[in-house]
């Protein structure tokens, strides 16, 4: 696959490293030449010094072949507009961006693309290992809204309907494994003790689960 990256910082140098070592072509673009010293040693793709807005520079890194282009530079306005332009203009099919400033969120929602805020994300789970001990995460979409948590089934659920233990929004079940062996279950579903169940939720909606856990000598499986 080819991919171009935009922006050759610190998160542009690793998602370029990262697609090349899984043998992507790839090409890096920054306004820079220091900021490719970035890039490891051994990073064999190309590198194109230039304004990422210029034709001429998204054509010297090969944006008509591109099947993928991340947007990653420290302006928000920049990668909306880069973005924008590899959709609707070369017909990149898949466009992410990088949010550098969540106040800019909305700006770029606006241009209905693809975006990724390490600054929410990054607070989001942050706050959550604050919450969680035991419970953790084991998907993250979005940029932290909805995650999928995962933990064992404390004693005091034993032979009782899971749906007693969850909240009525912002919460569902996504897979219950018992004995090594996984199922799909419902609101109706009678828990065991030990049972590892997956929930999908908000970060309100595991905090009304985490309210419903009991507390042990060794504290709680989250707290809140």
Not at 122 to 136: D, F, K, P, T, W
Not at 152 to 172: I, Q
Not at 205 to 214: D, H, M, S, Y
Request: net charge negative; glycine share 8%; charged share 25%.
């Amino acid at each position: 696959m080819n991919y171009v990256v935009v922006g050759c910082g610190r998160v542009g140098a690793e998602l370029a490293y990262n697609l090349f070592k899984k043998g992507h072509k790839v090409s890096v673009i920054d306004v820079s030449a220091a900021a490719f010293n970035n890039l490891p040693v051994d990073f064999r793709g190309r590198t194109v010094e230039g304004e990422g807005l210029e034709r001429e520079v998204l054509h010297r890194a090969g944006i008509e072949h591109a099947d993928g282009l991340a947007a990653v530079t420290n302006s928000d306005s920049v990668n909306a507009v880069v973005a924008h332009v590899a959709r609707t203009v070369y017909d990149v099919k898949n466009v992410v961006v990088r949010n550098y400033d969540p106040r800019q969120r909305p700006m770029l929602e606006a241009f209905g693309l693809q975006l990724v805020n390490s600054s929410s994300w990054g607070a989001q789970r942050l706050e959550e290992l604050l919450y969680h001990v035991e419970m953790h995460t084991v998907f993250s979409a979005g940029n932290g809204e909805v995650e999928v948590y995962e933990f064992a089934v404390p004693s005091e659920w034993n032979g009782r309907k899971l749906g007693e233990f969850l909240p009525e929004k912002d919460c569902v079940p996504v897979a219950l494994t018992r004995a090594g062996r996984a199922l799909l279950p419902t609101r109706e579903t009678i828990i065991l003790t030990d049972d590892v169940l997956n929930l999908s939720a908000t970060l309100e909606g595991i905090r009304a689960v985490c309210q419903k856990l009991p507390v042990t000598k060794e504290g709680t499986v989250c707290s809140l």
